[in-house]
């Protein structure tokens, strides 16, 4: 019904940047609240950055300076911006947004998830 299809992942050197995308398909009729998590090996899912219906941002202190989240309402689209790369952020990253679907019920969406890696 609807889905989210992750985009953007791959190898890259420390200092170098990756741009992450997300786009929403099937019966939406909004989308609410997004966010970027990522899971390292071996470690819990965390939460990266995230961005409110009318664009208000927050990231972990982590990535603060380094990685940008943004959202093209008109694209169903979620991005994550990532600038000066280091090895410890290499993990496999997901999307997750809120969606009011058409027949208005409200859903919970997880990307399938796209992977980082950074070389030292």
Same mark, same amino acid.
């Given at each position: 019904?609807?889905?989210l299809? +992750?985009? @953007? ?6 200092? =170098? ?28 899912? +965390? ?7 009318? @664009? ?7 990535v ?7 959202? %093209? ?14 090895? $410890? %952020? ?7 947004? =809120?969606?009011? !679907? ?5 859903? $919970?969406i997880?990307?399938?998830? !796209? ?6």
């Amino acid at each position: 019904q609807v889905q989210l299809v +992750e985009s @953007g992942g791959g190898l890259v050197q420390a200092g =170098g940047s990756l741009r992450l995308s997300c786009v929403a398909s099937g019966n939406i009729f909004s989308m609410n609240a997004m966010a970027w998590y990522r899971q390292a090996p071996g470690k819990q899912r +965390e939460l990266v950055a995230t961005i409110t219906s009318g @664009g208000s941002t927050n990231s972990a202190d982590s990535v603060k300076g380094r990685f940008t989240i943004s959202r %093209d309402n008109a694209k169903n689209t979620l991005y994550l911006q990532m600038n000066s790369l280091k090895p $410890e %952020d290499t993990a496999v990253y997901y999307c997750n947004v =809120g969606i009011l !679907t058409t027949a208005f019920r409200y859903l $919970e969406i997880w990307g399938q998830g !796209t992977r980082v890696t950074v070389s030292s």
